[in-house]
């Protein structure tokens, strides 16, 4: 997560009907200081198991399109939250009194929240710590790659054992699993967390962060060496072939666990910056375009190269990356599950893609949406109205471009994905922000479930305080939503102060399950809800939290309503 950063530019203009701010919505909501778990009980639907209960299961997939689809023809929503951790051991499992604890407390509260997936911190550091110090000459030499000798599959598999045990217990609530390779200004060496310190080569600049908060040390020039040098992969110790090997691990151990919705390869991937003029902004930073380019050659390798998003020529990568890139690399050991990549660190504030289309199947375009009027200490909004804007601005942007990085493998482009936003207390615009996302009918993971002493965050972060209480957001962000649709959806709306929600769709006569809504009685509906379908009917229980809607035989479309109160 960087939603502190500086807000970078782009010299490619962007469109002017997404430079006019839109209302921000102010919701006359209540405060939510706590939500009892509802509705959702923790027995466990075998994937394998024919049947049409609510809860989730089975691998998702992303067979082209802007949707994710489940093993009965079902478009899936997903809504959820971050869970990262980022100082040793660099990762969340069950350890009662330790500061990383993540309990079965923890995933049945995420699940009666109606979340249905989280974004599940792991780190290289953690995976392969090695046993060198940074500036090593056996791995910082320039010159031809070779075996750095740092990699112990004992103490990888230790670490992903604790991994697996934290997805197997999310699973036991019907939650997904997002596998996030996190990194923040590279590596614990410059203040946040990422690389290991042998794979840090800095040429020699002094190694440390910038005074002030952590985001400015995007500016050192160590971190830049070290990032270079990751991207080029020049030096001796093959950091890009590490990063590998340690991906090959994961995809090895949850390559048939069908709780794991997919992987994210790297975390806001970024290099070096230059000042330029920001046309929303003013003077700001901008990435050094090489930066999509470089990760485009990493997501793919020099064998089967990408296509510039700019004028679909093929990239000419760095001689040294690796001949078969980080996505057929993961892809190879582990057909069933989605490849969520991300562009690069700019795009997270309204800035083109610049990552072109890539011929692979099961891609997911996953994106992050941040603004620059925050305070840099809580995160919350300094300008609501203007934050608002730039966030629904980089929503919507990511909606154009996904039909613009189509191959032959997904040839109607990759699905849609939003795996953090959020980052603060404030209500009003953590509603919009989910209202926008309805909109566009893009599912997401919040920015975070709890603090975790974040070194490269915010102080408003957390859904779940220190209290136990929930912040104010919880009241946007707890909602009626369509987890899974037998059909694809036109659209959906739900709306916190009324909890009024609307979902039309297009029947699906292959989809063999119902549509489910998720609906939190016990937050929005104690006095009970009407629910009504046109072109379907209701088959669940009054009142039920999943809520059950099985189309008409011979139905085209399909209109479902949830209102307060008896029908």
Request: glycine share 8%.
């Amino acid at each position: 997560m960087t939603q502190g950063d500086p807000a970078p530019a782009r010299r490619r203009s962007v469109p002017a009907a997404l430079a006019v701010p839109v209302a921000v919505v102010l919701l006359a909501v209540g405060v939510v200081a706590g939500v009892a778990l509802a509705g959702r009980g923790a027995k466990v639907i075998s994937a394998a198991e024919p049947t049409a209960r609510a809860p989730l299961s089975g691998f998702l997939r992303a067979r082209g399109g802007p949707n994710l689809i489940d093993q009965w023809g079902r478009v899936v929503i997903l809504h959820g939250v971050n869970a990262v951790y980022k100082h040793p051991p660099y990762e969340l499992y069950a350890d009662p009194g330790a500061a990383w604890d993540f309990s079965a407390a923890d995933a049945a509260r995420i699940a009666g929240l109606g979340f249905d997936v989280v974004r599940l911190g792991i780190v290289w550091q953690g995976i392969e710590p090695g046993t060198l110090g940074p500036n090593d000459p056996s791995i910082c030499t320039p010159g031809p790659v070779h075996d750095p000798h740092q990699w112990n599959a004992a103490v990888a598999q230790a670490y992903l054992d604790k991994v697996a045990r934290t997805v197997a217990t999310l699973a036991r609530y019907h939650v997904y699993t997002l596998l996030d390779m996190h990194e923040d200004v590279y590596s614990s060496a410059f203040g946040g967390e990422g690389a290991p310190l042998w794979a840090v080569c800095t040429d020699e600049l002094p190694i440390g962060h910038l005074p002030g908060r952590w985001s400015n040390t995007y500016a050192d020039p160590a971190l830049e060496a070290a990032v270079r040098h990751f991207w080029t992969n020049d030096v001796s110790g093959d950091l890009q072939g590490e990063y590998l090997r340690a991906w090959q691990a994961v995809a090895t151990r949850f390559a048939d666990n069908p709780w794991v919705v997919g992987y994210d390869p790297i975390n806001e991937p970024f290099t070096r910056a230059v000042t330029v003029t920001d046309p929303f902004n003013g003077p700001t930073t901008d990435s050094d375009p090489e930066v999509a380019q470089e990760l485009e050659c990493l997501y793919t390798g020099l064998a089967h190269p990408g296509r510039s998003e700019s004028d679909g020529s093929i990239l000419t990568c760095p001689p040294q990356d690796p001949r078969i890139g980080l996505i057929p690399t993961i892809q190879r050991i582990d057909p069933n599950h989605a490849v969520f990549f991300e562009p690069d660190i700019f795009t997270s504030r309204g800035r083109p893609n610049d990552v072109g289309p890539m011929d692979y199947p099961d891609l997911v375009f996953n994106f992050h949406a941040y603004c620059g009027y925050r305070s840099p200490v809580t995160g919350d909004p300094t300008d609501l109205a203007a934050c608002a804007a730039q966030e629904r601005r980089t929503m919507h942007l990511r909606t154009l471009e996904r039909p613009d990085i189509t191959s032959s493998a997904q040839p109607a482009g990759p699905a849609l994905f939003m795996s953090e936003f959020g980052a603060t207390s404030s209500e009003p615009l953590v509603a919009q922000i989910a209202a926008d996302a309805d909109f566009d009918r893009v599912g997401w993971v919040y920015w975070a479930w709890k603090y975790y002493d974040d070194p490269t965050g915010s102080s408003n972060e957390a859904l779940v305080l220190s209290s136990g209480a929930l912040s104010p957001t919880a009241t946007a962000l707890v909602r009626t939503y369509p987890m899974a649709v037998a059909g694809t959806p036109t659209s959906y709306s739900f709306d916190p102060s009324t909890a009024e929600f609307h979902l039309d769709y297009v029947a699906n006569p292959l989809a063999t399950a119902p549509t489910l809504v998720y609906v939190p009685v016990a937050q929005h509906y104690p006095g009970g809800y009407c629910a009504k379908a046109v072109g379907g009917s209701v088959v669940s229980k009054r009142d039920a939290t999943d809520l059950l809607v099985r189309n008409d035989a011979g139905t085209s479309e399909v209109s479902v309503s949830v209102v307060r109160g008896r029908c």
